[in-house]
């Protein structure tokens, strides 16, 4: 008996496809995503600084609405403050999932009033 969690380590399916996807955007390649995009991709403000037009902020972008391929895009792509990643395709659609189950009720608010999809 003591031999089955090992053994079931090995199966693919032993997390499941969202909680692959919420590892994937709390630590990809040892920088979180939320760190600037926020808890659930609602986005953030990363710091606050002051120079000579005063008070400003960087800030993360609310990612929510982004569709899939944007995602693959922006993470397989240089940016000034955004890290690059190399995550595989899957990687990128597993937080992509995980972002949009998270935001299953702000997104179909969104779809409701835009009837685009
Ligand atoms: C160090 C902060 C930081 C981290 C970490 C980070 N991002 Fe970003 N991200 C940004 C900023 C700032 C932008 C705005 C555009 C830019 O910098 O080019 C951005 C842009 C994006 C965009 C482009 C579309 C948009 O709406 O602005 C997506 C999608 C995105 N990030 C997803 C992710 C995902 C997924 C991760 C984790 C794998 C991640 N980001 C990690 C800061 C970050």
């Given at each position: 008996?003591l031999?089955?969690?090992?053994?079931?380590?090995?199966?693919?399916?032993?997390?499941?496809?969202?909680e692959?996807?919420?590892?994937?955007?709390?630590n990809?390649?040892?920088?979180?995503?939320?760190?600037?995009?926020?808890?659930?991709?609602?986005?953030?403000?990363i710091?606050?600084?002051?120079?000579?037009?005063?008070?400003?902020?960087?800030?993360?972008?609310?990612?929510?609405?982004?569709?899939?391929?944007?995602?693959?895009?922006?993470?397989?792509?240089?940016h000034?403050?955004?890290?690059r990643?190399?995550?595989?395709?899957?990687?990128?659609?597993?937080?992509?999932?995980?972002?949009?189950?998270?935001?299953?009720?702000?997104?179909?608010?969104?779809?409701?009033?835009?009837?685009?999809?």
């Open positions: 008996m031999l089955l969690p090992l053994m079931l380590w090995g199966q693919e399916d032993f997390i499941s496809h969202y692959y996807g919420e590892m994937l955007y709390a990809p390649r040892g920088v979180s995503c939320a760190q600037c995009h926020g808890e659930i991709g609602e986005g953030k403000t710091v606050e600084f002051r120079d000579i037009h005063g008070k400003q902020a960087l800030r993360g972008s609310d990612i929510r609405e982004d569709t899939l391929e944007d995602m693959i895009k922006a993470v397989n792509s240089y000034e403050i955004m890290p990643y190399y995550l595989t395709d899957e990687e990128v659609k597993a937080i992509y999932d995980y972002i949009h189950k998270k935001n299953e009720l702000y997104l179909s608010k969104f779809t409701e009033n835009n009837s685009t999809e």
